[in-house]
């Protein structure tokens, strides 16, 4: 690969000159600027390097794609074996450490990174396999929990009854808001439940809530946590990225197994209280959704500076381009009981009715032509090479977006709110 030793050099200098500046919100005006420019100079050459030998990159990381590298894994072989490609491992963590706002932004280096292996078909089809199969936690776990039917997951609960696998979110300390951990768990419970044989349909449901607010209620997902997002607690390659890549995937996609096959399963969603956000971006990939009447949808994420995942691919066939606008560029938000609201859930019903019509549901869900007829409706749908090829254009924009000024204007205004509402209730 020419070219691979100028960059690394490169990367090197740069690196070098922005760690020996002070912290950014200490440098004076000819020192942002510095730094400013030592980022795009190496961004740009980084991006020039990947724009003609990603696929070769990634052969080299995976050994000709004979090696399934998860997503932190191939940033450490590249780090290790092709060194200035990505940022170095330093650099990045120093950068974890911080704000967000506090940052120089290397991350968006490996969202040019990620989206450059997506781009390649080769590539990307491979890396996207790597992430659909079952995760090493959910490994560890799976023959525990075909023997028992339960698991805990610290933010997640599964427990298996009659061919039925509840997946309950308990993330009650932010409304069941999106994190880390919770990806984690999340992921892992969706493996649990797509490589056991005993359970026949999944149905992710919110726990009940000790908020002051909502206490004694459940809620369905609050979407990203934005107060880890502020605080540098939510990754690109972590959360943003693996979310998609893992079990929004496999809920839709299924896992691959070790014999090459698919493992899917229908899955059902219940609506207590909203969807807000990655939760209402969640309920496009399932398979029927119930929500109780006083609930409702919206997607923020413009509102917020960000993109909502994967939902700008999926909500046009599910709402039509217009409602799809609204939800998405407007911010509206719908309630369950407005018409509009059929085009998201398949069942409204009183609140207090909730565990009665989930319980249908799932049963519904539980036929033998069920799983053949999905898998149909999903590969006319969603063929995987149209999924590829939007996410190597989101790692790209929902690295930028991150690190965007605008931004962190509204998480640091959110964070003075928050902390205005916290001094009036003490």
């Known amino acids: 690969m020419t070219g691979a030793v100028r960059l690394r050099a490169l990367a090197a200098d740069l690196e070098g000159l922005v760690a020996a500046l002070p912290a950014r919100r200490l440098r004076s005006d000819g020192e942002r600027r510095a730094a400013e420019a030592a980022v795009a100079e190496l961004r740009a050459a980084r991006r020039r390097f990947l724009d003609r030998h990603a696929e070769a990159v990634y052969d080299r990381l995976t050994d000709g794609r004979t090696r399934r590298l998860r997503l932190p894994e191939l940033v450490a072989a590249a780090q290790r074996h092709l060194p200035g490609v990505v940022p170095a491992a330093p650099a990045l963590a120093a950068e974890r450490s911080l704000p967000l706002s506090e940052r120089d932004g290397w991350e968006v280096d490996l969202g040019g990174f990620f989206g450059a292996i997506l781009g390649s078909p080769a590539a990307g089809e491979h890396l996207i396999a790597t992430m659909r199969a079952p995760c090493p936690r959910a490994v560890e776990l799976i023959e525990g929990f075909r023997a028992t039917g339960v698991a805990d997951l610290s933010t997640v609960t599964v427990a298996r009854a009659d061919g039925i696998a509840h997946l309950t979110i308990h993330n009650e300390g932010c409304l069941n808001a999106e994190d880390e951990q919770l990806a984690d768990d999340m992921e892992t419970a969706v493996d649990l439940v797509l490589t056991d044989p005993l359970s026949r349909v999944g149905v992710l449901r919110g726990g009940v809530m000790r908020h002051p607010r909502y206490r004694g209620r459940r809620v369905f997902s609050a ?178 977006r991150l690190y965007s000024a605008d931004v962190h204007s509204r998480l640091e205004e959110r964070e003075r709110a928050r902390q205005r509402r916290s001094t009036m209730s003490q």
């Open 223 to 400: 979407g990203l946590n934005l107060t880890a997002l502020r605080a540098g607690r939510i990754s690109l390659v972590g959360f943003l990225l693996r979310r998609e890549l893992t079990y929004v995937c496999k809920i839709l996609h299924g896992a691959l197994t070790d014999g090459g096959g698919t493992a899917e399963k229908p899955w059902l969603a219940a609506v207590d209280g909203f969807a807000i956000g990655g939760g209402m971006q969640l309920l496009l990939v399932f398979d029927r959704v119930v929500a109780a009447d006083d609930a409702y949808f919206s997607l923020p994420a413009a509102q917020e500076g960000i993109v909502p995942g994967a939902a700008n691919l999926r909500l046009t066939r599910a709402v039509g381009g217009r409602l799809a606008r609204q939800l998405l560029l407007a911010g509206r938000r719908i309630a369950a009981t407005e018409p509009a609201a059929a085009l998201l859930c398949d069942e409204v019903v009183p609140a207090d009715a909730m565990d009665g019509a989930v319980a249908s549901a799932a049963r519904l869900l539980d036929a033998p032509a069920v799983g053949a007829n999905r898998r149909m409706l999903r590969v006319a749908e969603e063929p995987p090479d149209l999924l590829r090829r939007y996410l190597a254009e989101f790692a790209v924009l929902q690295a930028e």
